[in-house]
């Protein structure tokens, strides 16, 4: 069963950074991919980022190319969210996620759907 968790959320002006992490436990295959998504109140969960975890190719949502990177660090487990540039309406709950065990992932995906195992989630809050 994979289990996943999230930290680094915080409150930070418009401009600011951030790094949330997601470990991840439970994984055999490193055909798998794991992404980032968001949920902001009243908003539909949305894809931030996706990374296929056996060649860290990545994928990013068009509102924040060049201001967010996602990356892995193997003997850790971890996939990481580092994010600059930061602006209020990037304000959100931030969710980890795992690939269902079915998918099969060549490339990094962004489709909400195809991912099965989710963290709680870490709160990023921007302020103007």
């Known amino acids: 069963q994979v289990r996943l968790s999230e930290s680094g959320g915080g409150s930070v002006q418009a401009g600011g950074s951030l790094r949330l992490s997601c470990v991840a436990s439970?994984?055999?295959?490193?055909?798998?991919?794991m992404a980032w998504f968001r949920q902001a109140p009243g908003k539909e969960r949305e894809v931030v980022a996706s990374i296929l975890l056996l060649t860290s190719e990545t994928l990013y949502a068009d509102s924040v190319k060049g201001r967010f990177t996602i990356s892995q660090d193997t003997a850790a487990n971890t996939v990481y969210l580092q994010m600059h540039s930061l602006r209020p309406e990037d304000t959100a709950m931030y969710y980890c996620?795992?690939?269902?065990?079915?998918?099969?992932?060549?490339?990094?995906?962004?489709?909400?759907?195809?991912?099965?195992?989710w963290g709680r989630g870490t709160q990023v809050t921007v302020s103007s």
């Open positions: 996620a795992g690939i269902q065990s079915r998918v099969y992932c060549d490339s990094p995906v962004l489709d909400l759907y195809q991912y099965g195992a």
């Open positions: 439970g994984y055999t295959d490193r055909n798998k991919c």
